[in-house]
């Protein structure tokens, strides 16, 4: 890492001493420990959080305020896109732009998560400094994993708008050929669906092992399925956990949607950038509790797979650092 906070060097951690035992942690300790760090340190959590969740709230908010207008069908007021090409101007910038501040987000969560769990100071300024030193490369494993989750579901997609555009040159047989397309499509993307379930979990430890082991991304990528050779079903119910409590957020707004859906003129502008800002704040309050998790997760691997609490108590001893990389898997990358 940059600024003299590579996690390679054996003499920085033997100087320090650990903040929590590491040991093989079940479940219900990682997500209590997970907490614990949250709460311990919310104010640090939050405010790393708040930069992509700003991102989303800006985009949000231009397209409420520039490409939105109002019809009137059958007596109600509706909610339509006045001008598509921007609105898709405005969604693929804001897109492009919170990639890169997620991927900067998440690999400042993990360099902070990872300090304060190993017994090191951490702040957000150093957190920043850290994970900008590196920036691309933590951009380019976001993308790395985003692509390994949804390749099956684009390819998908692309076959059957394909097929699709083949089904009017049929002539009689385009309504049979339609359902059993559409039969088709629909297994395909239930396969594909589960198998992004799957992709998401084998690939969530990408960004610890390319913050902590400065591996690039496609070697992440593999450090984490190397990691992940059991236990996924965990990783699930951690994912499970944090969309239920989205899940819990979105009820709480939901009549707010209801009410802008019946709302028009100033009303409907108020009422919508009020949800834009609930919004904002359940990703300000949720967004760090993956990450951190995610964080502790990679560690506990690494003790049952590598002994990495054994490693650690030599380090700190000031015995010779063992590789940092599991036996099989890519070397590090220079960082």
Known sequence: ?????????????????SGYDLRPLSTGEILDRTFQLYRSRFALFASLAALPAAVQFLTGTLQVLLTTGEAVMRGMHLTVISRPILSAIIVI????VYFVFYGITQAATTWAVAEIYLGRPASGSAAWKTATAHWFRYVLVTLRQYWSICWWLIISFAMFFAVLALVPNLGGGAIIAGGILAFIFGLQMLASCIYAIYAAIRVSLGIPASVIES???????????ALLTERKGRIF?????????????????????????????????????????????????????????????????RVRHEGFDIEFLMMRAGGPPASPVAEGTTSPEPA
């Open 93 to 96: 910038v804001g897109t492009l």
């Open 237 to 301: 119910l951690l994912g499970l956990l944090v969309i239920a409590m989205s899940l819990i957020i979105g009820v709480v707004l939901s009549p707010l949607t209801f009410l802008a859906f019946r709302a028009h003129g100033a009303e409907r502008y108020v009422l919508e950038m009020i949800q834009l800002a609930g919004t904002f704040l359940s990703r300000l309050l949720i967004g760090p509790i993956l990450a951190v998790a995610l964080c502790l997760f990679y560690f506990d691997e």
């Open 1 to 17: 890492m940059a600024g003299g906070q590579s996690w390679e060097g054996a003499e920085s951690l033997a100087q320090t001493s």
């Open 215 to 225: 591996l690039g991304a496609n070697a992440s990528v593999r450090r984490s399925m």
